[in-house]
């Protein structure tokens, strides 16, 4: 699977994630042999829990299928610069290489922020590589669905069960 077709399935997964609600981010993990391992988009509202980032569901899902924590020489593609968090579990996992869509200034913890690679207290560094072809589509899909929830009434935030 070339990386512009591992990117396009993040995408789908993303576009998936913004159907049921969540934050729109997929992932998509490719073992050393290219064979597809796991994909997913953000749960974290369906399944009620904070660190339910498609990186981190996806590393779960092959680890498990893997029998092993360690993901060594495998790639994460990622329709958004990954949190500090997912940067976290990727070095621990030791996933070999990652490659994400768009840059994001306020959360992202691997070009922007805490740049979590570049800290010397991280013990596993992957190659990382942006791919711009697929940076503005993946950032229209996060802009069409916050521009989509603040356009929300009041009233209807509060009958969907969710507050500011």
Same mark, same amino acid.
């Given at each position: 699977?070339?990386?512009?077709?591992?990117?396009?399935?993040?995408?789908?997964?993303?576009?998936?994630?913004?159907?049921?609600?969540?934050?729109? @981010?997929?992932? +998509?993990?490719?073992?050393?042999?290219?064979?597809?391992?796991?994909?997913?988009?953000?749960?974290?509202?369906?399944?009620?829990?904070?660190?339910?980032?498609?990186?981190?569901?996806?590393?779960?899902?092959?680890?498990?299928?893997?029998?092993?924590?360690?993901?060594?020489?495998?790639?994460?593609? +990622?329709?958004?610069? *990954?949190?500090?968090?997912?940067?976290?579990?990727?070095?621990?996992?030791?996933?070999?290489?990652? +490659?994400?869509?768009?840059?994001? *200034?306020?959360?992202?913890? @691997?070009?922007?922020?805490?740049?979590?690679?570049?800290?010397?207290?991280?013990?596993?560094?992957?190659? @990382?590589?942006?791919?711009?072809?697929?940076?503005?589509?993946?950032?229209?899909?996060?802009?069409?669905?916050?521009?989509?929830?603040?356009?929300?009434?009041? *009233?209807?935030?509060?009958?969907?069960?969710?507050?500011?």
């Amino acid at each position: 699977m070339t990386d512009a077709e591992a990117i396009a399935l993040a995408l789908e997964e993303a576009k998936s994630a913004a159907g049921r609600g969540e934050v729109p @981010v997929g992932a +998509v993990l490719l073992g050393a042999d290219g064979a597809t391992l796991a994909r997913d988009g953000n749960r974290i509202l369906e399944l009620k829990d904070p660190t339910a980032h498609a990186e981190i569901l996806v590393m779960r899902t092959a680890a498990r299928a893997l029998n092993n924590e360690r993901l060594i020489d495998s790639t994460l593609y +990622v329709s958004l610069e *990954p949190c500090a968090m997912c940067a976290g579990a990727m070095a621990m996992a030791r996933v070999g290489r990652l +490659v994400f869509a768009a840059c994001d *200034p306020k959360g992202g913890a @691997v070009l922007h922020g805490p740049r979590f690679f570049e800290q010397p207290t991280c013990h596993h560094r992957p190659v @990382v590589e942006q791919t711009e072809p697929h940076a503005a589509e993946a950032g229209e899909i996060l802009k069409s669905f916050f521009r989509a929830r603040r356009s929300w009434s009041e *009233p209807a935030r509060r009958e969907a069960g969710e507050t500011k």
